[in-house]
């Protein structure tokens, strides 16, 4: 249900506080598809939420 009502941005913090140490062990291909975007969607994403 979250998938539906969160933003990616929220969804991808929901992720890290939930399986953080799984970030570094597989390919931002696979969160970003976890997360319901595109590989270069999600590289934009985390690129503006580590600027923050």
């Given at each position: 249900?979250?998938?539906?009502?969160?933003?990616?941005?929220?969804?991808?913090?929901?992720?890290?506080?939930?399986?953080?140490?799984?970030?570094?062990?597989?390919?931002q291909?696979?969160?970003?598809?976890?997360?319901?975007?595109?590989?270069?969607?999600?590289?934009?994403?985390?690129?503006?939420?580590?600027?923050?």
């Open positions: 249900m979250d998938n539906l009502s969160l933003s990616a941005g929220e969804r991808y913090e929901k992720f890290i506080s939930k399986y953080g140490s799984l970030q570094q062990r597989i390919p291909k696979q969160i970003a598809s976890y997360i319901g975007v595109t590989p270069e969607f999600f590289s934009k994403m985390k690129a503006k939420i580590l600027k923050k």
